[in-house]
């Protein structure tokens, strides 16, 4: 199982310091449900007792140091009249987007978190989870971060068009998002959450430039990050599965307690970029190496990561994305155990 004094190393990790030991944990809730086998993705994701009962298992199974309560990312798009599909082990996804003009801002909803939607059952998993794990696991909420909640209710093609076709609408949807996270965070924190993964893979630097990114994406950002880092005392996890140093480097302002490096990226160079300045986490790829490899490809892959990122604290072990579904149980069992046993200082 995951130790005693988990939380207290993030917290060192998050001061940039040395823990006494890294924490191990992967983006494993795909492979949960899957290996765990008794629900399908979509019967799981309803029910708040359904992802407790998973969780519960795949930690006391696998020993993660976390409990990562991401799930999908359609429960605060539901109550605002986006459509979403998802089906059997596929999981949720938006299609059905508002228009794009002022009386459809206008229009949308104060959402309770405590009341609308899924919302209330992701509560429910995080506050068994807690009662459960007590401070033996971090438990990780999560939401969208701003611009990609904007992506999420009107598209993407919209929200990355508005930077040059209307910045004030884009701004003012990111602050409905923003000042929504504020509350969603809160009663997440509430819940028993000590983290938050906040989701920002449409401001991916595939998909907007760094000077895009810094005059339209990160003044927003930064005030919910700064919002939740000091007033909350909540750690933030940013993931925007970031893979170019500048774009990454650019984000340190925003005072996030993490970030995680997207599987691509070169993390030695990251790695030396962010060193002593932001705690990262990453980035094993979760397809070729955990997925398609195997138990003596997979501990090779984790001692060059460790190699590189481990000396000298503010370092995470984790996938740099979701792990797929067909990930087999000797693989993930070579995972975990491997970055364990690398883990003291």
């Not at 459509?83 to 003009?101: C, D, M, Q, W």
Request: net charge negative; with cysteine; aromatic share 12%.
């Amino acid at each position: 199982m995951a130790y005693s004094g988990v939380i207290e190393d993030f917290q060192r990790i998050r001061e940039n310091k040395i823990p006494r030991r890294v924490p191990v944990v992967a983006c494993s809730e795909e492979f949960d449900v899957r290996w765990y086998g008794k629900y399908s993705y979509e019967e799981f994701c309803q029910d708040g007792d359904k992802i407790f009962e998973v969780y519960k298992a795949s930690i006391e199974r696998f020993n993660y140091d976390w409990a990562w309560v991401q799930v999908d990312d359609c429960f605060e798009f539901e109550p605002v009249g986006i459509s979403v599909k998802g089906e059997e082990n596929i999981l949720r996804a938006t299609y059905g987007y508002l228009p794009v003009n002022r009386n459809s801002l206008n229009n949308l909803p104060t959402m309770n978190p405590l009341t609308d939607g899924r919302m209330p059952e992701k509560l429910k998993a995080i506050r068994k989870l807690k009662d459960y794990f007590g401070d033996t696991v971090l438990i990780t909420g999560s939401c969208a971060a701003p611009f990609s909640a904007v992506g999420l209710t009107f598209s993407l093609e919209e929200s990355m068009m508005l930077m040059f076709t209307d910045p004030q609408f884009l701004y003012d949807a990111m602050d409905y998002w923003k000042d929504f996270y504020k509350r969603y965070i809160r009663a997440q924190q509430q819940a028993g959450a000590d983290a938050i993964w906040l989701g920002d893979c449409n401001a991916f630097s595939s998909m907007v430039s760094l000077p895009q990114y810094i005059e339209h994406i990160l003044p927003v950002t930064k005030e919910l990050i700064t919002y939740c880092e000091k007033e909350l005392n909540i750690m933030i996890w940013l993931h925007n599965s970031e893979i170019k140093t500048d774009h990454v480097v650019a984000h340190i302002p925003m005072g996030m307690s993490f970030e995680s490096i997207g599987p691509a990226a070169d993390i030695r160079q990251i790695r030396q970029a962010t060193k002593g300045r932001l705690p990262i986490s990453g980035n094993l790829d979760p397809i070729s190496v955990l997925w398609q490899g195997n138990p003596e490809s997979i501990a090779a892959d984790i001692k060059r990561i460790m190699g590189i990122c481990k000396q000298g604290g503010g370092y995470i072990f984790n996938t740099g994305e979701m792990n797929p579904g067909q990930i087999t149980e000797e693989n993930m069992s070579a995972y975990m155990e491997t970055a364990i046993k690398l883990a003291d200082y």
